[in-house]
C-alpha cells in the first residue's frame, strides 16, 4: 500500500484513510516542500526548494516517516518526481534543461537523461507530476505549447528515442494525472467556469469522459485506488481578496 502524504509548503504531512490522523513527517519552515509521492511502503521522494538558504529546487528522498533524507539531485530547477514501478528508479522533470530524467533510489549512480521535452513545448505546471503506466513502459506528461499555452499529455514510450504520442488535454486544470489501473486510460482534472472535475481519457483515442460531477470548487489532488474502485480527491476554493489602492494627493 503506498503512503498517503501531501505537502503544505514547508511541511510534508501524513493523511489516515479517512482524512483524519494528521501527522507532521517534515518541516522547513525557510523552505518549500513540493510534489511528494511514495515508492512503495518504505521511502517518500519530494522536491526541496530552498533548502538550507540555497537558491535550488533538488530532488529528495527521505524514510517512509519522513526521516533520513537524503539529496538526491544537484540541478538548479528539478521537480515532479517519480517512483519507477520496480523501484529502482527516480524519475523527475528537469525544468531548466526541458528533459525528464532519473536518477538511483538508493543515491548511487550519476543522473542520467532519458527524455526530452518536444521542441515548442515545456512541462505544465501546478501539480502535474508524469504517471507510469502499470506494465512500467510509458510514461505520461502534460506538456504546454509555449506560444498558444494548449496543454498536451505526452505519452513517452520508455523503450524507444522516437517523439511522444500526443493527445488533446482541453481544459487541463494542472491538478494530477494518472494512469488508470488497467493502463487503457489517462485521468486527470479538467476545470470548467471555475469548477474542477475528473476527467478519463482512453489512450485509443476515443472520446473522453467524466467521472465526476461536482458543481463548484477546484480540484488540488487526487488520486485512484489500485482497483480503479475508489477515488480520493482533496478539494476546496481559492480564497482572495480585491484591494484597491489609491495615491493621496498632498
Not at 507532521?24 to 521511502?43: E, K, M, P
Request: with cysteine; aromatic share 8%; net charge negative.
Amino acid at each position: 500500500m503506498a503512503i498517503s502524504s501531501f505537502s503544505n509548503n514547508g511541511r510534508l504531512l501524513k493523511l489516515g484513510a479517512d482524512g483524519k490522523n494528521q501527522t507532521q513527517l517534515l518541516a522547513d519552515s525557510s523552505a518549500s516542500i513540493l510534489w511528494s509521492s511514495s515508492c512503495g511502503t518504505n521511502y517518500l521522494v519530494l522536491t526541496w526548494s530552498g533548502h538550507g538558504g540555497t537558491s535550488s529546487q533538488n530532488i529528495w528522498r527521505t524514510n517512509a516517516d519522513g526521516s533520513s533524507p537524503l539529496k538526491l539531485t544537484d540541478g538548479k530547477l528539478d521537480g515532479f518526481p517519480v517512483c519507477s514501478p520496480d523501484q529502482k528508479w527516480v524519475y523527475y522533470a528537469d525544468f531548466a534543461g526541458l528533459h525528464m530524467r532519473r536518477i538511483p533510489l538508493d543515491g548511487s549512480g550519476n543522473t542520467e537523461s532519458v527524455l526530452g521535452v518536444p521542441p515548442g513545448y515545456a512541462f505544465a505546471g501546478g501539480q502535474s507530476v508524469p504517471s507510469f503506466s502499470p506494465d512500467g513502459k510509458t510514461l505520461a506528461a502534460a506538456i504546454a505549447d509555449t506560444q498558444e499555452e494548449a496543454v498536451k499529455i505526452a505519452l513517452f514510450n520508455l523503450g524507444s528515442s522516437s517523439q511522444p504520442r500526443m493527445l488533446d488535454a482541453s481544459h487541463y486544470s494542472s491538478s494530477g494525472l494518472q494512469f488508470t489501473p488497467d493502463g487503457k486510460s489517462v485521468a486527470y482534472a479538467v476545470r470548467e467556469n471555475g469548477v474542477d472535475n475528473v476527467w478519463v481519457q482512453p489512450l485509443e483515442g476515443s472520446a473522453g469522459h467524466p467521472i465526476t460531477d461536482f458543481k463548484s470548487e477546484q480540484i488540488w489532488s487526487f488520486r485512484l485506488s489500485p482497483d480503479g474502485k475508489s477515488l480520493g480527491i482533496l478539494r476546496g476554493d481559492y480564497d482572495s481578496d480585491v484591494v484597491l489602492l489609491q495615491e493621496s494627493k498632498p
